[in-house]
């Protein structure tokens, strides 16, 4: 029953070729994130949409986009990977933004490597 | 600009054991206080929200707490099985931009 799918479990790309993760929810959820997590650090947001509305994290390199073609899928591309982009690629969501009793629902993570 | 520090960075405990998980936070303007669980290699389960206007939340074996005014939370964990083995990550809300700002987390050994 999972409710926020992230595909694929783990992913391997070459350095410099491009690279599309993928995120689906079916919590009809209005924000959803994209966050970097390297070994043994902190989840670091790289950016969220509200809806269409797409924010970036003013230290996302621009290396990272994003897409969101509707709702329930949202994607991270990143253009040209560099062996500091090896990670696991959290994607989240959640109801509304900033509230008292907003709950963020996380996905099962992307783990890319960059050969 | 928030710092959640947590302390301490591993943790082994024989099973059984009452422990007790400490974060700390730098902007105490704050919308929410999330506790987190991690297994190796996956993603993020919630485990209890207290909301600003809160002290305490309790889900089984876990109570959570929060004091705003001295930048603390604790997470407490009963009668510890060695299934609680995970990293326990705490997360705050601050701002107006829905921004979850993490611990680096505590990892924790619960051990026969």
Not at chain 1, 75 to 97: H, K, N, Q, V, W
Not at chain 2, 76 to 102: E, H, N, W
């Amino acid at each position: 029953d999972a409710m926020v799918i992230q595909n694929p479990r783990y992913q391997v790309t070459q350095f410099g070729k491009p690279v599309t993760l993928s995120c689906s929810q079916t919590l009809n959820h209005n924000v959803m994130y994209w966050y970097q997590q390297k070994s043994s650090q902190a989840p670091k947001l790289l950016f969220h949409y509200y809806d269409k509305d797409f924010n970036n994290e003013a230290d996302t390199p621009d290396n990272f986009q994003s897409r969101r073609p509707n709702t329930s899928f949202c994607f991270l591309d990143i253009r040209s990977p560099g062996l500091g982009d090896a990670a696991m690629y959290l994607c989240a969501t959640s109801r509304e933004r900033a509230a008292a009793n907003e709950k963020l629902f996380f996905g099962s993570g992307t783990q890319l490597s960059v050969l | 600009k928030q710092e959640v520090t947590q302390i301490p960075a591993a943790l082994s405990v024989p099973e059984g054991e009452n422990l007790v998980l400490n974060c700390s936070f730098t902007d105490s303007a704050i919308y929410n206080l999330q506790w987190f669980r991690q297994d190796p290699g996956k993603g993020l389960t919630s485990l209890l929200l207290i909301q600003s206007s809160q002290r305490e939340q309790t889900s089984g074996r876990l109570n959570a707490s929060l004091d705003k005014s001295s930048g603390r939370s604790t997470l407490y964990i009963a009668a510890s099985q060695p299934g609680d083995s995970a990293t326990y990550l705490c997360a705050l809300v601050t701002g107006t931009a829905s921004k979850l700002t993490f611990g680096t987390g505590t990892r924790l050994q619960v051990t026969l």
